[in-house]
């Protein structure tokens, strides 16, 4: 369970525990001593000035990419509408029959008469057989995509059930990609292990176009995942070292927005090659592009003075003076005080307090829930039936208007109650699906799905919730670790989605498409209604200590509470 703590590196988490009402005053706030720290510097090297919008615009990449890679798997592993191939030669069956075939999913029907030797005439002799015969090739329907790797390799019928191993495989290749970059970056540093991700996945991501088979299609996807998750986690991580803390939380939400961006276009990518192989390929170029940019880059401040490396560190934080075109006080870069790790417990502490272990484990539940339903709806999408694109395209770009509403309901009606109207607005939204797919036809189509979509954007929602809960709900000294291990729970629940997706094409009639949203709705509804448990953090400072995280009532009493939050409605209304 230790290894979990890993999952997202100490620096990571800064962007999500400024996402408190009070972090970002916290941050701001100058120490009675001589030192001065990076939150306080940067502001006064320009801000969000040319430098930093320069490097925003060049995360995008990883971004993007490692966007369309979350998803590939659905358009990679996309199984169409089959049957049978019907022989074209019947010289190799029964000559004594005539050799009338009809074809099923998975199955090949031979039928036929034949003569019987009978010395009454007044029986019938001919009898008529229908012969099971076993089914080798399939025609596939080419008007979603023209080739997957499920049509190209047969992966139907009894086969079916690797396109789940091979979708569980990648996701844990994510998990893994969460540990072994995230402890990577804090040994060698965020540019180069950002820049051997990328190279990881610009490798990966072409062999894994040309795998010959499925074994090795598996693996290489599993080194995708790895790949695809550390340039998520190094591009958020340096997207938030190189600004101050009153633009984290913005920022943290504009690269939210490009990887549903990247989801929208992967679409548009499938509508115009059809061909899963040239998808891959097409998704992978941008990353050579960022390769190079390996003289442009620069090594996060933050990290150097971590390592006692000032003097890069200086020498970086003047280049971004220069480059937003500012004059920075000389006596403040002199000033500069070494980062210091802040100490931790181990998160077994949140497990000797009751209160604590039953927060910590409704806080697991949400997370485990939440990856399961987010990644599952996409799973599920080819289930749903209607436009195979206009549903993903839809389930990507609800995103969007989520991610900015979300900014304000958190501030504005508290983060337990929107958490629970999310979860709860989307779970009921996939159970309710079960009403217009086994009492309606094509011609509600459209109304499924709105459910789906509406089911997405509650787990959309809900994702930006349980950021900022599990951020300030978990005390400082284990808040690091107990956000990676929730994190953990969220990869677990996306590793199962895809057995879950699955029984929507093993049921009984029309009810197995509704199987798999039955399940992600009841699993949604259940972690919300759990989430009432957990005390409501708006309005109070972040709990440094076990104690103080007990009592939520001690930290709201605050003298300070009340200018505080009028300062941070203040910083959301400009």
Sequence with gaps: MYLLWGLIPADYTVGIEHRGNFAFKAALTKSNSTMVNLDELIPKLGGFGYYQKRLYILLTVPIAVAGM??????????????????????????????????????????????????????????????????????????????????????????????????????????????????????????????????????VSGLSGSFSPEYYSFVVIQFVVGTACKGCLVLAFVMGFEFVGPDMRVWLGQALNIIFALALCSLCGLGILIKDWQYIQITCTIPTVLFILLWFVLDESPRWLLSKGRTEEAKSVLLKIARTNKVTPDGNLLQQLEHEKSTHTEKISSLFKNRTLAIRTLVVFFNWFGLGMTYYGVFLHAENLGGNFYLAIFLLSVIEIPILLVNLYLLNKFGRRRVHCLTMMTGGLACICSIFPVIFGGEELQPLILALAVIGKMGASGAFGSIYVISGEVFPTIVRNGAVGASSSFARIGSMLAPYIAKLGTVGVGSYGKAIPLIVFGACSITAGLFALLLPETMGCRLPDTIEEAVDFKLLREDPNTESETEELRSMIEN
């Design 69 to 202: 890679f979350m998803i590939m798997m659905v358009f990679a592993l996309y199984t169409p509408n089959h049957s049978c191939k019907r022989p074209h030669d019947s010289s190799s069956f029964n000559d004594s029959r005539s050799g009338r075939f009809t074809a099923s999913e998975c199955t090949l029907r031979q039928e036929g008469d034949e003569q019987l030797n009978s010395s009454n005439a007044s029986l019938s002799n001919i009898s008529r057989h229908i012969t099971p015969l076993p089914c080798s090739e399939w025609d596939y329907d080419d008007d979603v995509f023209k080739k997957t790797f499920t049509t190209t390799h047969n992966l139907v019928c009894q086969e079916s059930l690797k396109i789940s191993h091979a979708q569980m495989i990648f996701y844990f290749g994510v998990v893994i990609g969460d540990i072994l970059f995230g402890q990577l970056s804090d040994l060698i540093g965020r540019k180069k292990t950002l820049i051997i991700a990328m190279f990881i996945l610009l």
